[in-house]
Nanobody, 127 residues
Framework: QVQLIESGGGLVQAGGSLRLSCAAS????????MGWFRQAPGKERELVAA????????RYAHSVKGRFTISRTNPKNTVYLQMNSLKPEDTAVYYC????????????????????WGQGTQVTVSS
């Protein structure tokens, strides 16, 4: 089993920044692709950003490109999401996820591709 623990959420004003962290423990592997998803009230869960095992492949939702950056440190099995220029529409619960069967050069964008999920951390952006 893999446990994912998110941290770093909170309340911030529009235009501000937050950095989310996700620490993986248990039967982890640095070969897992990792992703950040979010879910706002009344909306479906959606991909925010994903990264392959080496960090050489990343993908972002169109709405966050140029504002958010995903990164990872493999020895520590930790993935980060740096969020800048935050907008009220970024308000959501943010979830970290791990894909234990992805090809090494791939970072998926589908919920069903991810096998392990954290409990989520709330991000609230005030206008």
């Amino acid at each position: 089993q893999v446990q994912l623990i998110e941290s770093g959420g909170g309340l911030v004003q529009a235009g501000g920044s937050l950095r989310l962290s996700c620490a993986a423990s248990g039967r982890t592997s640095s070969s897992y692709a990792m992703g950040w998803f979010r879910q706002a009230p009344g909306k479906e869960r959606e991909l925010v950003a994903a990264i392959n095992w080496s960090g050489g492949v990343t993908r972002y939702a169109h709405s966050v490109k140029g504002r958010f950056t995903i990164s990872r440190t493999n020895p520590k099995n930790t993935v980060y999401l740096q969020m800048n220029s935050l907008k009220p529409e970024d308000t959501a619960v943010y979830y970290c996820a791990a894909d234990s069967s992805s090809p090494l050069g791939y970072a998926g964008d589908k919920i069903y591709e991810y096998h392990y999920w954290g409990q989520g951390t709330q991000v609230t952006v005030s206008s």
